[in-house]
C-alpha cells in the first residue's frame, strides 16, 4: 500500500470512529436528559395532585396547623445556626444584636448603646449633643432641646456605665444615633460668654 492510501485510510478510520463516538454519547446524553425531565415531572406532578389541605374552611384544622407551624423567629435562629448568610442586611452583626436586644414594643424609643456602636449603622446620623450641669441638652450650636425625651429618651440618666462623661443613644425613629457630652459649666455660662 502507498502513503497515500494509507493516510486515506487512516483519515476514513478516524472519521468513522468520531462519528460512532458522538452518536454513542449523544444517545446516552439524551438519554439521562429524558430519564431528568421524567423525574422532574414525577415529582411536580406529585406535588400539585395531592390535594391542599381544607384547613381554611375547618377553625380547629387551621389552628392545628398553626401550632405545628415554627414562628419566623424560630426559621431565621435555624437559618443562622446552619450558618446562612443574609445578604440583604444592611446592619453589620453588633448593631443587629444590639438591636435584637431590645424588645419589639420599644424599639421606637431611643436607648444607650455602647461607644463602640456609635455610628456603626450605615444610613443613620451622627449627632453630637451637651448637657451642662445645670440640666440643659444643648446641640452642637447651643440651642436648647426640648424634647429631651422624644429625641434621647431616659439616657441623661445613664452617664457613667460607659464612660463618666458621655452617653450614646440609638433613635431608630428618627434614625440618628446621639454622643451626648458631659460639661461642667453652666448651659447660662456658655450664653453669657457667647454675647
Same mark, same amino acid.
Given at each position: 500500500?502507498? $502513503? @497515500?492510501?494509507?493516510?486515506? *485510510?487512516?483519515m476514513?478510520?478516524?472519521?468513522?470512529?468520531?462519528?460512532?463516538?458522538?452518536?454513542?454519547?449523544?444517545?446516552?446524553?439524551?438519554?439521562?436528559?429524558?430519564?431528568?425531565i *421524567?423525574?422532574?415531572?414525577?415529582?411536580?406532578?406529585? $406535588?400539585?395532585?395531592? !390535594? %391542599?389541605?381544607? %384547613?381554611?374552611?375547618?377553625? +380547629?384544622?387551621?389552628?392545628?396547623? %398553626?401550632?405545628? +407551624?415554627?414562628?419566623?423567629t424560630?426559621? %431565621? +435562629?435555624?437559618?443562622?445556626?446552619?450558618?446562612? @448568610?443574609?445578604?440583604?442586611?444592611?446592619?453589620? !452583626?453588633?448593631?443587629?444584636?444590639?438591636?435584637?436586644?431590645?424588645p419589639?414594643?420599644?424599639?421606637?424609643?431611643?436607648?444607650?448603646?455602647? !461607644?463602640?456602636?456609635?455610628? =456603626?449603622?450605615?444610613?443613620?446620623? $451622627?449627632?453630637?449633643?451637651?448637657?451642662?450641669?445645670?440640666?440643659?441638652?444643648?446641640?452642637?450650636?447651643?440651642?436648647?432641646? =426640648? /424634647?429631651?425625651?422624644?429625641?434621647v429618651?431616659? *439616657?441623661?440618666?445613664?452617664?457613667?456605665?460607659?464612660?463618666d462623661?458621655?452617653?450614646?443613644?440609638?433613635?431608630?425613629? +428618627?434614625q440618628?444615633?446621639?454622643?451626648?457630652? $458631659?460639661?461642667?459649666?453652666?448651659?447660662?455660662d456658655?450664653?453669657? /460668654?457667647?454675647?
Amino acid at each position: 500500500m502507498s $502513503k @497515500t492510501s494509507s493516510l486515506v *485510510a487512516f483519515m476514513l478510520g478516524m472519521a468513522v470512529g468520531s462519528a460512532a463516538t458522538w452518536q454513542i454519547v449523544k444517545t446516552r446524553y439524551e438519554r439521562l436528559a429524558e430519564e431528568e425531565i *421524567a423525574s422532574i415531572k414525577e415529582f411536580y406532578k406529585s $406535588k400539585h395532585a395531592a !390535594p %391542599a389541605p381544607q %384547613a381554611e374552611n375547618d377553625p +380547629k384544622k387551621t389552628a392545628e396547623l %398553626a401550632r405545628e +407551624k415554627p414562628s419566623v423567629t424560630e426559621y %431565621a +435562629k435555624l437559618l443562622q445556626r446552619q450558618g446562612y @448568610t443574609n445578604y440583604s442586611n444592611t446592619q453589620e !452583626p453588633a448593631a443587629e444584636a444590639a438591636q435584637a436586644a431590645v424588645p419589639d414594643t420599644e424599639r421606637e424609643l431611643p436607648y444607650v448603646i455602647s !461607644p463602640d456602636d456609635f455610628g =456603626d449603622l450605615s444610613g443613620y446620623d $451622627k449627632i453630637s449633643l451637651t448637657y451642662f450641669t445645670d440640666g440643659v441638652l444643648a446641640d452642637e450650636n447651643n440651642e436648647e432641646i =426640648d /424634647d429631651v425625651e422624644d429625641i434621647v429618651g431616659d *439616657a441623661l440618666e445613664h452617664f457613667g456605665e460607659y464612660d463618666d462623661n458621655a452617653v450614646y443613644v440609638r433613635n431608630d425613629a +428618627k434614625q440618628c444615633d446621639y454622643e451626648i457630652l $458631659k460639661d461642667l459649666r453652666r448651659f447660662s455660662d456658655v450664653l453669657e /460668654d457667647m454675647d
